[in-house]
């Protein structure tokens, strides 16, 4: 929800849609991003991964 003012006239109808719902992709595009999550979830494997604490730490010591 946006809370700016707007020039519209008393009684002017609109249509609301969530802000969540829009993006720029088409449906190639989000296919491709779907393949590639897909992918990297197939990829991963158990521990393999780093520790949120730990990721996080490494992110803060750099700023």
């Known amino acids: ?12 109808e609109v249509e609301l849609v969530p ?10 595009e ?3 991003l779907h393949g590639f999550l897909a992918a990297s979830i197939r990829q991963h494997e158990p521990g393999s991964g780093v520790p949120s604490d730990e990721l996080l730490a490494r992110i803060r010591s750099r700023h």
Do not use: F, K, Q, Y
């Open 1 to 12: 929800m946006l809370d700016e003012p707007c020039d519209l006239p008393e009684g002017t």
């Open 19 to 28: 802000a969540d719902d829009i993006d720029e992709l088409d449906e190639n």
């Open 30 to 32: 989000r296919a491709r």
